[in-house]
């Protein structure tokens, strides 16, 4: 017991995973500065994650576990998310964390039938030990892959404090993002997909005939319109005060508007030449990914590059999703409600 109760109290410890085969958490050291070099909090970006301490379910007192306010990013994928949540890292206030696994365990298991009660003790039991804030920050903010966007209703539900940025990309650039990455994106696209039927999440029935007859575009389009359907159906139950749109194009525009209006709608305090450090230091102007030189206007370059190679048929998937979400009263270029 001792053990689990220092672990708890350390949030160096982070709750990597969840194993339903005996019902515990695993846990496995990441620093701060782990989060910071990290792209995700995944076993190829942490490494050492075979090291993992196991701590049954029933020996963690929810009551025990520390916990700062929480908020969150959820996405659309491909839309800077990963920029968002390097805003963040802003030590004494806040951290972000990456795409943690633990909440892909949990949607995982939802697909291969949990049963409801258990499933919500989980992921309240997980949303806590999330909330365990590193050093003396006072607010945490998760961004989950957009795989967890299906449970994103529910962890607002459990979390009725817990405010939320809807990140997207305009479709046009989605498509593009896809088609850059070549095999692998589209690949992805298909597989994102796949994940999304089974949770039953897609914004429009298909017959498996007519899923197979889509071309990859398509296929990464109707997952771009699945989700953003659910982000939609969360802001109209929540309000836009307390979930708000924001597109990858105005996150880019102008860095330090974007940088006090995030801060501002989780309710995180930031002064103005912190914000001024975060806009011009390298949150913006290094590659999420690689660590790279990066600018909005490098970003765009390459976009429309992909674009005009591939404009035909991303006109013409783009067109097809406006005509989809049409026909279910779906804006597809929701307002940054931001100001």
Same mark, same amino acid.
């Given at each position: 017991?001792?053990?689990?109760?220092?672990?708890?109290?350390?949030?160096?410890?982070?709750?990597?995973?969840?194993?339903?085969?005996?019902?515990?958490?695993?846990?496995?050291?990441?620093?701060?500065?782990?989060?910071?070099?990290?792209?995700?909090?995944?076993?190829?970006?942490?490494?050492?994650?075979?090291?993992?301490?196991?701590?049954?379910?029933?020996?963690?007192?929810?009551?025990?576990?520390?916990?700062?306010?929480?908020?969150?990013?959820?996405?659309?994928?491909?839309?800077?998310?990963?920029?968002?949540?390097?805003?963040?890292?802003?030590?004494?206030?806040?951290?972000?964390?990456?795409?943690?696994?633990?909440?892909?365990?949990?949607?995982?298991?939802?697909?291969?039938?949990?049963?409801?009660?258990?499933?919500?003790?989980?992921?309240?039991?997980?949303?806590?030990?999330?909330?365990?804030?590193?050093?003396?920050?006072?607010?945490?903010?998760?961004?989950?892959?957009?795989?967890?966007?299906?449970?994103?209703?529910?962890?607002?539900?459990?979390?009725?404090?817990?405010?939320?940025?809807?990140?997207?990309?305009?479709?046009?650039?989605?498509?593009? =993002?896809? +088609?850059?990455?070549?095999?692998? /994106?589209?690949?992805?696209? !298909?597989? *994102?997909?796949? $994940?999304? #039927?089974?949770?039953?999440?897609?914004?429009?029935?298909?017959?498996?005939?007519?899923?197979?007859?889509?071309?990859?575009?398509?296929?990464?389009?109707?997952?771009?319109?699945?989700?953003?359907?659910?982000?939609?159906?969360?802001?109209?139950?929540?309000?836009?005060?307390?979930?708000?749109?924001?597109?990858?194009?105005?996150?880019?525009?102008?860095?330090?508007?974007?940088?006090?209006?995030?801060?501002?709608?989780?309710?995180?305090?930031?002064?103005? =030449?912190? +914000?001024?450090?975060?806009?011009? /230091?390298?949150?913006?102007? !290094?590659? *999420?990914?690689? $660590?790279? #030189?990066?600018?909005?206007?490098?970003?765009?370059?390459?976009?429309?590059?992909?674009?005009?190679?591939?404009?035909?048929?991303?006109?013409?998937?783009?067109?097809?999703?406006?005509?989809?979400?049409?026909?279910?009263?779906?804006?597809?270029?929701?307002?940054?409600?931001?100001?």
């Amino acid at each position: 017991m001792s053990d689990s109760l220092a672990i708890l109290a350390d949030p160096d410890w982070l709750p990597h995973r969840y194993d339903e085969t005996d019902d515990s958490f695993r846990f496995v050291r990441v620093s701060r500065e782990d989060h910071r070099s990290a792209s995700f909090l995944t076993d190829e970006h942490l490494g050492g994650t075979q090291n993992f301490i196991a701590v049954p379910r029933d020996r963690i007192d929810k009551s025990l576990v520390p916990q700062a306010p929480i908020h969150f990013i959820f996405h659309s994928a491909y839309c800077c998310s990963t920029l968002a949540a390097r805003m963040f890292d802003l030590e004494g206030v806040a951290m972000g964390f990456k795409e943690p696994v633990l909440l892909n365990d949990i949607v995982g298991w939802r697909r291969r039938g949990a049963e409801t009660q258990s499933l919500a003790e989980v992921l309240d039991l997980s949303l806590s030990l999330l909330s365990r804030p590193l050093g003396h920050d006072q607010h945490v903010v998760i961004k989950p892959s957009s795989i967890a966007n299906v449970i994103g209703p529910a962890i607002l539900a459990m979390r009725p404090n817990a405010r939320a940025l809807l990140l997207y990309a305009p479709i046009e650039e989605f498509l593009s =993002s896809i +088609a850059v990455k070549g095999l692998w /994106g589209r690949q992805w696209a !298909r597989t *994102s997909l796949i $994940g999304q #039927a089974k949770d039953h999440a897609l914004s429009h029935k298909f017959t498996t005939e007519e899923l197979l007859e889509l071309t990859d575009l398509q296929i990464a389009g109707l997952s771009w319109l699945s989700h953003l359907a659910i982000f939609t159906r969360m802001q109209k139950k929540l309000g836009a005060n307390r979930v708000a749109f924001c597109d990858s194009a105005t996150l880019l525009r102008d860095p330090l508007r974007t940088t006090k209006a995030f801060y501002r709608h989780l309710e995180i305090p930031l002064g103005y =030449s912190e +914000a001024q450090a975060i806009a011009e /230091g390298p949150v913006f102007t !290094r590659n *999420s990914k690689d $660590g790279a #030189a990066y600018s909005a206007d490098d970003r765009q370059a390459r976009l429309d590059h992909t674009r005009e190679y591939n404009r035909e048929e991303i006109d013409m998937v783009a067109e097809w999703i406006r005509q989809l979400a049409k026909g279910i009263d779906l804006n597809v270029n929701p307002e940054t409600n931001l100001d």
